[in-house]
Nanobody, 120 residues
């Protein structure tokens, strides 16, 4: 199973970006998806999470500005990021809990990371 993240880039403060992460390989079902970020010199942190039923939760710092969504048919998760601020600058990683068969518990997979840089 591989996760391919895309959509990062350089944007001015107040702008928007949409990240995508597509999973490929031997996939029976994807349970939960998550987007994490790692700012320069800091630890990786959870940004947004969406479970198999579509319930979402967000870090306080992005609540109301970011929206996570999923397309189960495409095994893809998205992160719409609006009103971006310089403090959102980080490498963004996607994470998925993947079932390769119905009888084996899910395994966590990570994407390669995509850089988001917000200029002031």
């Amino acid at each position: 199973v591989q996760l391919q993240a895309s959509g990062g880039g350089l944007v001015q403060a107040g702008g928007s970006l949409r990240l995508s992460c597509a999973a490929s390989g031997s996939i029976f079902r994807i349970n939960a998806w998550g987007w994490y970020r790692q700012p320069p010199g800091k630890q990786r942190e959870l940004v947004a999470h969406i479970d198999s039923g579509g319930s979402t939760n967000y870090a306080d710092s992005v609540e109301g500005r970011f929206t996570i969504s999923r397309d189960n048919a495409k095994n893809t998760v998205y992160l719409q990021m609006n009103s971006l601020q310089p403090e959102d600058t980080a490498v963004y990683y996607c994470n998925a809990g993947v079932l390769t068969t119905w009888y084996i518990p899910p395994t966590d997979y990570w994407g390669q990371g995509t850089q988001v840089t917000v200029s002031s």
